[in-house]
């Protein structure tokens, strides 16, 4: 199975900030990369696909880039809205796998 | 709008048989363009990929899951299912169905774009 490693686990930070969340693969995926973000009680939500795609009516503040092994999620400007967990994961070979989450909450 | 939901028992014996089904609306489960799948999330936890579903009954598992693991679709009531065998503790989480489409760029790339609500099933005696 391919072992996804996101870093870090949680992140404190303020309305406005920019956020850098970090994914890595146990092995190449291309760009078989998405992310989700989870807020509690809730679903999770397709944000970006193949690394960098947004998903439709995903805010542009969120962006993903990378190839390979690693894989980055920014934000580039913390909304009320983003304080959430977020999970990468692989759809690059079965089984489907997914990182731990970063939870990311409000300094 | 495309909606899932989950439905089946919140509690089940250890040893017993999880049992869960997915109702699709706003869409036919039949297009040749998805599959459909359940993933599953412990409490507190990440979330696991347990397997995948076409319209046409072609199925593919988890392998940690695998021998424990039957889905099967139901097309008439635009529904798929899930069963999980000898469960223990550990099986306790909430589970989501969702559906599960390529999307096409440079490459064709599969995720998981609508997802239920999610059922938390409990384990226990």
């Known amino acids: 199975d391919i072992q996804m490693t996101q870093s870090p686990s949680s992140l404190s930070a303020s309305v406005g900030d920019r956020v850098t969340i970090t994914c890595r693969a146990s092995q190449i995926i291309s760009s078989y990369l998405n992310w989700y973000q989870q807020k509690p009680g809730k679903a999770p939500k397709l944000l970006i696909y193949?690394?960098?795609s947004l998903q439709s009516g995903v805010p542009s503040r969120f962006s993903g880039s990378g190839s390979g092994t690693d894989f980055t999620l920014t934000i580039s400007s913390l909304q009320p809205e983003d304080f959430a967990t977020y999970y990468c994961?692989?759809?690059?070979?079965?089984?489907?796998?997914f990182g731990q989450g970063t939870k990311l909450e409000i300094k | 709008q495309l909606q899932l939901q989950e439905s089946g028992p919140g509690l089940v014996k250890p040893s017993e048989t999880l049992s869960l089904s997915c109702t699709v609306s706003?869409?036919?489960?039949?297009?040749?363009?998805?599959?459909w799948g359940w993933i599953r999330q412990p409490p507190g936890k990440g979330l696991e990929w347990i397997g995948n579903i076409y319209y046409s009954g072609s199925t593919y598992y988890n392998p940690s899951l695998q021998s424990r693991v039957t889905i099967s679709v139901d097309t008439s009531k635009n529904q798929f299912s899930l069963k999980l065998s000898s469960v223990t503790a550990t099986d306790t989480a909430v589970y989501y169905c969702?559906?599960?489409?390529?999307?096409f760029g440079s490459g064709s790339y599969p995720v998981f774009d609508y997802w239920g609500q999610g059922t938390l099933v409990t384990v226990s005696s």
């Open positions: 193949a690394t960098s």
């Open positions: 969702a559906r599960h489409v390529r999307f």
């Open positions: 994961q692989q759809s690059y070979s079965t089984p489907y796998t």
């Open positions: 706003g869409g036919s489960i039949s297009s040749s363009s998805y599959y």
